[in-house]
């Protein structure tokens, strides 16, 4: 399983591979390079200071010179070389699971926690290519550095190196040791620190929320006990660390004494000169140093083992509506929508939508009407294929939707909801999401055609103006005007009203809807609305109740032959 993902971490190298091996290369070779400095020290103090050589001295010293060169230079080519492939290692996961997003079906983001997703777009991406490009390198590069290490030092005193393989066992064995418990501490703290962006992006978006019933005192200590949770988590985290820390120190460092002792009991019976034995004491330091480092090292890769778990497992994440493999574009549509017996239900044993069945001719207007839950916005749901039924059959000009690609499908439908989302850029931006090609001129074409572009010319920048997040510096009215002129850019063939002015004013929904006559023009519509007096003009209403057609008709029509509409009226007439 370990193997599997890491060949899945693996996969995103391939396009930067001789970038990686590049880095690579620097790295054992800086690792290899410092090898050469123990050596040296035994030229400086064996033959420049004890001989008093001042040429040898001169000499060495200028090697030791050049070596530190070569190794700084082969570093900071490994530092580039990471950096750059780290970079674009994240670019491109991210993009896989941006694209694995758009994919999924709109039940995932009504069920999934806004930061959940946004934590696996960053922390645990970063964790997961610094751990594909610079760990895994390192541990190579100190295994490198390790056994030459070795090797030069049992050449040197076979006795004395002879220490250090238990020590290398007991390193290895802690690893493994300690190795189960960084892996679940790093997976809950990745965990926790989604749940924690989590809250705090509700937080932030609900200040009104929080403002306006006087909880700014309890929103702090909440997440007061939240941050000290954290605290708790790392707390245990730092324990095993430092827990796995404290071993590995001990284990390296009680040899390393030993030496001291033992090779200086050699210096003193002649058996070694000083430099021989601080050149061995180097070489010890490079078995050491690695030994601690690959400790250090696969305790991180645990945590990107933890990281890399929490992605695979959004990846695996399937969409509830995909494309058939035969799906086809739809072209040249007419408009002509029909549903034949369709249901569906968001849990099986409460069903929302039962039965319905209607034909909406090309170029028509078709209200949908009911009270709250009656099922009515479910239909616009089932229309974009956000949810498919799970009875009967939905079509355009004939052709099943189920097998038209999604593309196609929400290219031929503009859509105006209750609350229109406004992204963070300008207003210009903000209506050329309808057509992102779109020249300057079509864009305040289209604002003109949704009476949009008199305030729009009153902004501070007119349409380079910034709207901030969810367009919150403008009016209910202003939003919903840019949301119009944003669908008739896109100059769709089927346009849905989902309940689009009833969080307005009467007076702002009045305007509105005069401006939606330019926005219907020659199109098939769909209303979906609460407030029957913005739907008295439609070619066909049909009434919903409980998620089954009760009427069918025109206004007139509905309000003689009595029944449920007739209620509806009534009672909102009077109000």
């Not at 070569?70 to 080519?77: C, D, E, P, R």
């Not at 119009?484 to 509105?512: F, G, H, W």
């Not at 049909?542 to 069918?552: E, N, P, S």
């Amino acid at each position: 399983m370990k193997q599997n993902r890491l060949l899945w971490a693996f996969k995103f190298l391939l396009p930067h591979k001789y970038l990686y091996i590049a880095g690579v290369l620097c790295s054992v070779s800086a690792g290899a390079t410092q090898l050469i400095l123990p050596w040296i020290r035994k030229l400086i103090i064996d033959d420049g200071l004890i001989q008093e050589n001042s040429e040898a001295l001169i000499t060495a010293i200028l090697i030791f010179c050049g070596v530190l060169v070569s190794s700084s230079a082969l570093t900071w080519g490994q530092n580039l070389a990471f950096a750059t492939v780290s970079g674009r290692c994240a670019a491109d996961i991210r993009t896989t699971i941006f694209q694995h997003l758009r994919r999924l079906s709109i039940s995932y983001f009504q069920g999934e926690q806004t930061g959940q997703t946004t934590s696996r777009l960053t922390a645990d991406v970063e964790v997961v290519t610094n751990d594909v490009t610079s760990t895994l390198t390192q541990i190579a590069t100190y295994a490198l550095q390790l056994i030459l290490a070795f090797i030069i030092a049992l050449r040197i005193e076979p006795r004395l190196t002879l220490i250090i393989l238990p020590v290398a066992c007991l390193a290895g064995l802690q690893s493994m040791i300690f190795a189960p418990f960084n892996r679940r501490v790093g997976r809950a703290t990745q965990d926790y620190n989604a749940d924690l962006l989590s809250e705090v992006h509700e937080g932030i978006s609900g200040s009104r929320e929080v403002m306006a019933f006087g909880r700014s005192n309890w929103q702090i200590a909440h997440f007061r006990d939240l941050f000290l949770r954290l605290v708790g988590i790392r707390r245990r985290a730092a324990v095993v660390e430092s827990s796995a820390f404290t071993a590995m120190y001990i284990l390296t460092w009680t040899p390393t004494l030993l030496l001291f002792w033992l090779g200086g009991r050699l210096v003193v019976q002649g058996e070694m000169s000083i430099g021989t034995l601080f050149a061995f004491i180097g070489y010890v330091e490079n078995i050491v140093y690695p030994i601690r480092s690959l400790q250090m090292t696969i305790s991180g890769l645990q945590v990107g083992m933890g990281a890399i778990d929490r992605i695979t497992e959004f990846m695996n994440v399937q969409p509830q509506v995909s494309e058939s493999a035969t799906a086809k574009p739809l072209q040249r549509v007419e408009g002509t929508l029909t549903m034949e017996n369709v249901s569906f239900a968001y849990q099986p044993e409460t069903p929302v939508i039962q039965d319905v069945t209607f034909t909406i001719p090309a170029r028509q207007k078709v209200a949908i009407v009911g009270a709250s839950g009656a099922g009515k916005s479910t239909l616009v749901d089932l229309l974009l294929r956000f949810y498919d039924p799970q009875a009967g059959k939905i079509s355009i000009d004939g052709l099943d939707i189920c097998e038209a690609t999604l593309d196609s499908l929400r290219s031929q439908i503009g859509v105006v909801f209750q609350e229109p989302f406004l992204f963070r850029g300008t207003v210009a931006d903000n209506i050329r999401f309808g057509q992102l090609d779109a020249s300057d001129e079509e864009v305040i074409a289209a604002a003109e055609a949704a009476n949009a572009h008199q305030f729009i010319s009153q902004l501070p920048n007119n349409y380079d103006t910034l709207i901030g997040e969810r367009g919150v510096t403008l009016s209910g009215g202003e939003r919903q005007r840019i949301a119009i002129a944003r669908a008739l850019l896109k100059n769709p063939k089927i346009l849905l009203l989902d309940e689009a002015t009833s969080a307005l004013d009467s007076r702002t929904e009045q305007e509105i809807w005069e401006t939606f006559e330019h926005l219907m023009e020659g199109r098939t519509v769909l209303i979906i609305a609460h407030r029957l007096s913005t739907v008295t003009h439609a070619d066909q209403i049909i009434v919903l109740v409980d998620g089954k057609i009760a009427q069918t008709g025109s206004h007139e029509e509905l309000l003689r032959s009595g029944g449920p509409y007739t209620d509806i009226f009534a009672m909102q007439d009077a109000s």
